[in-house]
Nanobody
Framework: VQLQASGGGLVQAGGSLRLSCAASGRYNMAWFRQAPGKDREFAAA????????YYADSVKGRFIISRDNAKNTVYLQMNNLKPEDTAVYYCAARIANSGSFDRISNYNYWGQGTLVTVSS
């Protein structure tokens, strides 16, 4: 399984960015993020068919995860960005359909990460 994340960059607070993750197949997918000096944390997840989505409380109402299965691509639309959203964002894929969607250990494959920097 190959995952290729893209779309990071520098944006001012209140702005928007859209991240993309191209996968080599159709999987349950998620975005995690890791801020400088902090542990990696869950941001959002989507089931393989797009039927269910999950969000961390910190991004709920601002971020939207979606997918285009014709392109095997998952997106993370990030709106109203805040400086505390600054992090390296990683997409991840899992094979299993059971278990918590927000647990790092439940994901089998990881992309290389893309840096999002939000200036105040």
């Amino acid at each position: 399984v190959q995952l290729q994340a893209s779309g990071g960059g520098l944006v001012q607070a209140g702005g928007s960015l859209r991240l993309s993750c191209a996968a080599s197949g159709r999987y349950n997918m998620a975005w995690f993020r890791q801020a400088p000096g902090k542990d990696r944390e869950f941001a959002a997840a989507i089931t393989w068919n797009g039927g269910s989505t999950y969000y961390a409380d910190s991004v709920k109402g601002r971020f939207i995860i979606s997918r285009d299965n014709a392109k095997n691509t998952v997106y993370l639309q990030m709106n109203n960005l805040k400086p505390e959203d600054t992090a390296v964002y990683y997409c991840a894929a899992r094979i299993a359909n059971s278990g918590s969607f927000d647990r790092i250990s439940n994901y089998n494959y990881w992309g290389q990460g893309t840096l999002v920097t939000v200036s105040s």
